[in-house]
């Protein structure tokens, strides 16, 4: 199981960055619950900056309503996060997460291959704000 997160980099503050977040498997992904991306900005701890459900059902932090907007596309299996008007204070590393996973492993989707999973890291992408 892997999540490959994507898009981070510098950018100056009122400023734009889109993340992607994919999740792959060796096999076939039946479905995710809930995706969300985390940040840790330097010296605090990892904070949950926004999450979406399988029915479309968002969550987000206070201090990014209106800024930040998150979405899914199902069938590619892949979380977005807008980010606009970004701020110094927007910096750290993100990390995508998704709850739980149902996939069938190897070839074929049969009742001896199907698999789950809990509670999925992706490896992070640092977004720094800065002038």
């Known amino acids: 199981v892997q999540l490959q997160a994507s898009g981070g980099g510098l950018v100056q503050p009122g400023g734009s960055l889109r993340l992607s977040c994919t999740a792959s498997?060796?096999?076939?992904?039946?479905?995710?619950?809930?995706m969300g991306w985390y940040r840790q900005a330097p010296g605090k701890q990892r904070e949950l900056v926004a999450s979406i459900s399988s029915t479309g059902a968002s969550n987000y932090v206070d201090s990014v309503k209106g800024r930040f907007t998150i979405s899914r596309d199902l069938a590619k299996n892949t979380a977005y996060l807008e980010m606009h008007s970004l701020k110094p204070e927007d910096t750290g590393v993100y990390y995508c997460?998704?709850?739980?996973?149902?996939?069938?492993?190897?070839?074929?989707?049969?009742?001896?291959?199907?698999?789950?999973?809990?509670?999925?890291w992706g490896q992070g992408t640092l977004v720094t704000v800065s002038s």
């Open positions: 997460n998704l709850d739980e996973m149902y996939y069938c492993s190897g070839d074929g989707c049969h009742e001896d291959t199907v698999r789950f999973v809990r509670d999925r």
């Open positions: 498997v060796s096999g076939t992904i039946i479905s995710i619950n809930v």
